[in-house]
């Protein structure tokens, strides 16, 4: 069972990087990139033609549900197995099964706030990834290092 769960946690953190990646290629992991993507580019003339049109709706609602179902799974898988971990104390181990999916939702709500709101909302969305993101990669490092432990 344990070669099955480091396997898992392998594929499972390739998935997420590969994620992580097309973020980078659609943002450049920037707060203006980031805003651009999702509220679209300032346009300054009437003869000028954005490079960004912002993000429709129907597109927020789109990846926000799909997302938010992927990676509420995603973390329940995690803190599902972080939680038969014994490398953390009890209040660490808490902490990384509840943020990541309070990240989640900051995350992905935030998206509809850059849009309609105010592009200034991107902070929201960067600091919740960031977090979001460190949380996945450190249960997934301790949960790979005990599975692959010939203890116990």
Do not use: C
């Amino acid at each position: 069972m344990r070669i099955l769960i480091a396997v898992f946690v392998i594929v499972l953190t390739l998935g997420v990087t590969i994620g992580l990646i097309y973020v980078g290629i659609n943002t450049d992991y920037t707060p203006s990139g980031t805003q651009s993507f999702y509220a679209g580019d300032q346009v300054s003339s009437d003869f000028e033609i954005p490079e960004q049109y912002p993000k429709s709706l129907e597109g927020l609602l789109l990846t926000t549900h799909t997302h938010i179902i992927a990676f509420a799974i995603i973390f329940l898988i995690m803190g599902g197995l972080l939680f038969f971990t014994n490398i953390l104390h009890k209040k660490w181990k808490l902490f990384f099964m509840i943020e990541p999916l309070i990240s989640t939702l900051i995350t992905f709500g935030s998206f509809f706030a850059i849009r309609y709101i105010h592009p200034n909302f991107v902070y929201f969305t960067m600091v919740s990834g960031v977090l979001m993101y460190v949380s996945f990669y450190v249960m997934a490092v301790i949960i790979f290092r005990e599975s692959i432990s010939l203890q116990n």
